[in-house]
């Protein structure tokens, strides 16, 4: 049996309660395949901060270091959000690990499930279809720049800087996705503006000639950011730098029906992580009313990144499946709305009867009854 070693990094906020059933996932994946999970679990951000004067421990780094890949929850507190003067913030842990892991490569897939076409508030013809993948320069840029703020709090700046080799290892990664899909890959920058952006369009224009067969096309990011709600399916793999992916994914969720329902992966020459693309959302956490969908679904790009294939396949069957029989949460079905360990509990059902020939009885889920005949 093959034994994977999993970072296990829940956070702050809903990061726990999203965390706890992608481990109840990989649980029912390992009753079925002939893989064991070890797990791992370290402190980070907020309750880092809280507890070791930290928000990214040498012990929780060695943890990811020591691992075949990271699973990681959300981070973020109002008591940092809501003082301007805090030193120490938790979102420093998350981009000291991306640095220090070298992910540079964030990858967030956006597919419409068709039964929550009616859950988004952009009309049905627009989304339908809408099948993308964002690739976004994850370590470098504005957020990784030189910062400074004068003593007196009157004046500040923040540097973007890139370089070529930043930009051709995610370039090309992008283009070998674009090969494998629908052979289009889109360029989002603001090359009319500014010097990096148009760094950006020169690499990936000398690139472009090794990738014949993909189609290179260049958008500005004010333009990008109407055409993503007006024109989504013109997408296929978008390439962009930091924070204009940063922006752009996060807008693009709403095509979906909720931001609960976006993985995501950071990979790099050794190293990967994998988590939902959802904030710490402090005002939810403890009420069991989170969607645990993105993140479970991270759990399957994690699979596939590892080589397993058909563990990853199971698990976005069961997601859709669950989707499509209503089995969701409070942001996707108001009205009849299930908690986050039930639709946890849904899931990994789901994979642990799908080689025993068993089905659920839907029915019985929904007035309370046992799920499985």
Known sequence: MNEIKIAVLPGDGIGPEVIKESLKV???VSEIYACKFLFNEGL??????????NPLPDETLEICKNSDAVLFGAIGDPHFDNDPKAKLRPEQGLLKLRKELGLFANIRPLKIFDTLVESSPLKKEVIKDTDMVIYRE???????????????????????????????????????????RRKKLTLIDKANVLDTSRLWRKICQEISHQYADVTLEYIFVDNAAMQVILHPKQFDVVLTENMFGDIISDEASVIGGSIGLMPSASIGEKYSLFEPIHGSYPQA?????????????????????LGYDAESRVVEKAVATVISKGCVTEDLNPERAYSTAEVGDFVA?????????????YENIQIGKSTIV
């Open 26 to 28: 990989l649980g029912a």
């Open 44 to 53: 980070v951000g907020a309750k880092a901060i809280f507890n070791a004067g």
């Open 138 to 180: 994850l370590i470098s840029g504005i957020y990784f720049g030189e910062k400074f703020t004068e003593e007196q709090g009157e004046y500040a700046y923040d540097v973007c800087s890139y370089n070529r080799f930043e930009i051709q290892r995610i370039a090309h990664l992008a283009f070998q996705a674009a090969r494998k």
């Open 285 to 305: 956490a403890g009420k069991g009313i989170a969607n645990p969908l993105a993140s479970i679904l991270s759990v399957a790009m994690m699979l596939e990144h």
């Open 349 to 361: 059902e789901f994979i642990r009867n799908s080689q025993k020939g068993s089905y659920y009885n």
